[in-house]
């Protein structure tokens, strides 16, 4: 059986309940007037880092402690982030966006697209 690699790019995603907190700290991705009427509640998708190369994919599913191609794992435990790494590749304000999200209870999600 052959072994092939997957070049790839990632994003990782969150989903939470809509708070107009999410709009306040600047935490989604579109800006404020879009999410005038979204009611309270809905689901809301947001994405937190997106990485265009397969290096960067993979060093993002391991600050989370696993392979990118392991697709048993794409639904992340927040609380396994290696946020010191997370701060050594990534632009400070998504990982600080990232924690917020955390903290208020976001599901997150490991995204390959290869």
């Known amino acids: 059986m052959r ?4 070049g790839l790019d990632a994003e990782l995603i969150a989903i939470g ?3 107009p907190k999410l ?3 600047h935490l989604l991705d579109y800006a404020d007037h879009y999410y005038e009427k979204v009611e309270l509640g809905a689901p809301i998708i947001t994405r937190v880092f997106w ?3 397969s290096d960067q994919s ?3 599913a391991s600050c989370f402690g696993f392979d990118a191609l392991d697709f048993s794992r794409h639904f992340i435990n927040p609380a396994t982030a ?3 790494r997370l701060r050594r590749e ?3 304000c998504e990982v600080d966006r990232f924690l917020k999200l955390r903290d208020l209870d976001f599901a997150f999600y490991y995204m390959p697209n290869g």
């Open 3 to 6: 072994k092939y690699v997957v």
């Open 17 to 19: 309940p809509f708070i």
């Open 23 to 25: 709009v306040e700290r």
């Open 51 to 53: 990485c265009c190369t």
């Open 58 to 60: 993979r060093y993002l």
């Open 82 to 84: 290696d946020i010191d």
């Open 90 to 92: 990534f632009d400070e």
